[in-house]
């Protein structure tokens, strides 16, 4: 069974780097037929695409993030990674990583997501 | 492209029809999912190409649109149906998601 694990530090200070990593079991993050995503919710508000990435092909980030993201996979250890560069309050949110299939895009499995709090 | 989702909440009794509504700020075909989420947890899809029903989903969910105007209908409200829901777009970057639909026992 597919199981997504995100895990990362749960309070990050201003200006730094957020660096979350998604460890996948029960699947290979190195199948052609899925993709790789990361979602983000601020507390008691909406969902917010951040970007995606397939093993093999370029990855897709949202502009709003303004080139502060990084998502990458590392296949050896089963991994998918994502980098916020020069965070504020704003980026404080649950992050989620997610398996998309490539046909339809959709977001099939989810983690159970992960507190991030931005503050010094 | 923009979802709007409307009503944002509402209240509903077991058994109930509900609808939802979701409008794309420009036509998206059938390229929209809608998921389910229940408080602390991850979003669960439902449906996605607008009217395809995700393996293990209820029957009681159904989703119908295509272009700008798509709808989320749930047949008979059940209790474990109250939750958020989201609709979201798959046919251009950024893939956005809607504002959700918070769905109330009344």
């Known amino acids: 069974q597919l199981q997504l694990q995100e895990s990362g530090p749960g309070l990050v200070k201003p200006s730094e780097t957020l660096s979350l990593t998604c460890s996948v079991s029960?699947?290979?993050?190195?199948?052609?037929?899925?993709?790789w995503g990361w979602i983000r919710q601020p507390p008691g508000k909406g969902l917010e695409w951040i970007g995606d990435v397939n093993y093999s092909g370029p990855t897709h980030d949202n502009r709003s993030l303004r080139s502060r993201v990084t998502i990458s996979v590392d296949t050896s250890k089963n991994q998918i990674s994502l980098k916020l560069s020069s965070v504020t309050a704003a980026d404080t949110a649950v992050y989620y990583c997610a398996r998309g299939a490539v046909v339809t895009k959709v977001f099939e499995n989810w983690g159970q997501g992960t507190l991030v709090t931005v503050s010094s | 492209i923009q979802l709007t989702q409307s009503p944002s909440s509402l209240s509903a009794s077991v058994g109930d029809r509900v609808t939802i509504t979701c409008r794309a700020s420009q036509g998206i075909s059938s390229y929209l999912a809608w998921y389910q989420q229940k408080p602390g947890k991850a979003p669960n899809l439902l449906i996605y190409?607008?009217?395809t029903l995700q393996s293990g989903v209820p029957s009681r969910f159904s989703g119908s649109g295509s272009g700008t105007d798509f709808t989320l209908t749930i047949s008979s409200l059940q209790p474990e149906d109250f939750a958020t829901y989201y609709c979201?777009?798959?046919?251009?970057?950024?893939?956005?998601f809607g504002g959700g639909t918070k769905v109330e026992i009344k």
């Open positions: 979201q777009q798959l046919i251009s970057y950024p893939l956005t």
């Open positions: 029960g699947g290979s993050i190195s199948s052609s037929t899925y993709y």
């Open positions: 190409t607008a009217s």
